[in-house]
C-alpha cells in the first residue's frame, strides 16, 4: 500500500504538463493583451475601457494559473518525499517485527493463529532441525559394559512409506558412531545410548 502511493505520487511529481499548459495560456493571453494595448494607443477608441480591463484580467489569471501549478507541482514533490517516508516507516516496522530463526530447520508446528496477539517472548512456532537428526537405543547392560558402547559403529535403519508403484518397503541406512551412554542402567538394565547422523535431503527437497 505504501509503495503504491509513492509510486502514484512520483508520477504526479513527474507530471508537469498542467504547468506547461499554464505557460502556453499565459504567454497567449499577455500577447493578446500587449496587442490590445498597442492598437488602443494607436486608435484611442480602437477598444473600450472594459475590453482592455478584461484582457489584463484574462492574462493576470493566467499568470496565476501558472503560479498554481508551481505550487502543486511543489506539493507534488512533497508527498513524493512524504510517501518515502512512509516506505520507509513501514519497512522498518516490518523489520522490527521479523523473526529469523537461530537455525536452518523445518516448521513442525505454529502456535499461535492468524490475527491472535502475541506477546513478547511466547513461542511462535516448533522448528526442527532436519539436516543432522538424533537416534535413542537401549543396550542390554548384560552384552556391553558402558566404555565398550562409546564410539562404537552403529547402523541406523529407517522405514520410509513404501514405494507408490510398487508397493515394496523402503529402507534408508545411515552409519554413525554412538555419541552418548547413559552412566546408569535402567530397570530393564539397559543402558540408554545416543547416535547422530547426517540426513539426506530428495532432489524436491524433502527429507
Known sequence: MAESELKVANKQAENDIDKQIAEKAEALTKIDYVEALDARRRVPDALSDFELRRREFT???QESEVEKADRDLELARI????????????????????????????VAETIPHVGEWVSQGQPILRLVNMDRLRVQGYVDSNDFAAYELYGKTVTIEVILARNDTTREERVERF???????APTVDAAGQFRVFAEFDNRQSPDGFY
Open 59 to 61: 492574462w493576470k489569471r
Open 79 to 106: 508527498n513524493v518525499e512524504l510517501a518515502a517516508q512512509k516506505v520507509d516507516a513501514v519497512k522498518n516496522e516490518i523489520e522490527r517485527r521479523k523473526v529469523t530463526a537461530p537455525f536452518h530447520g523445518v
Open 175 to 181: 552409519t554413525s558412531k554412538i555419541s552418548y551412554v
